[in-house]
């Protein structure tokens, strides 16, 4: 982004980054999280989930600035961002993925079993 002039903590300021994670099965196709998205991260995946929709999938990793609007806006609540840790942080980064991996997998399993039935 350029300023037309410079904000004077610009050197202070952090850009927040964000990874997204999308649970393929509730996606109905709307196109609502890639039309908003105001640093355009996502796109629709040539593949098809089982209902039959292409489903969001992320353009470039390192571009979503985790400001959670595609989270606010999903009707079917099949998307969200979690903020990337700091590796700063003492939180043990790896360990923090992999929670957020199996509950995404969870849930794509708990939403497949329910439209099988
Ligand atoms: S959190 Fe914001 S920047 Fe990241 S994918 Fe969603 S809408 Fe785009
Ligand atoms: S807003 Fe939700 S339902 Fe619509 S395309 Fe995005 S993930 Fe799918």
Redesign the pocket.
């Known amino acids: 982004m350029k300023y037309w002039r410079t904000p004077l903590d610009l050197d202070r300021v952090k850009i927040p980054r964000g990874t997204v994670h ?1 649970i393929i099965e ?9 039309e908003y998205c105001p640093k355009d991260v ?1 796109a629709f995946s040539e593949d098809y989930n089982r209902k039959g ?1 292409h ?2 999938k992320v353009l470039e990793t390192g571009l979503c600035v985790n400001c959670n609007l ?1 989270e606010m ?4 609540f ?2 969200f961002s979690l903020p990337e840790p700091d590796p700063a942080d003492s939180v043990d980064a790896p360990q923090a993925a992999a929670a957020i991996e199996g509950a995404v997998e969870s849930a794509q399993r708990s939403t497949a079993g329910s439209s099988a039935n």
Do not use: N, Q, T
Not at 27 to 33: A, R, V, W
Not at 73 to 76: A, M, N, Q, V, Y
């Open positions: 999308i509730r996606c109905k196709g709307c196109s609502f999280c890639i996502l929709y489903y969001p595609c806006i999903c009707p079917d099949a998307i």
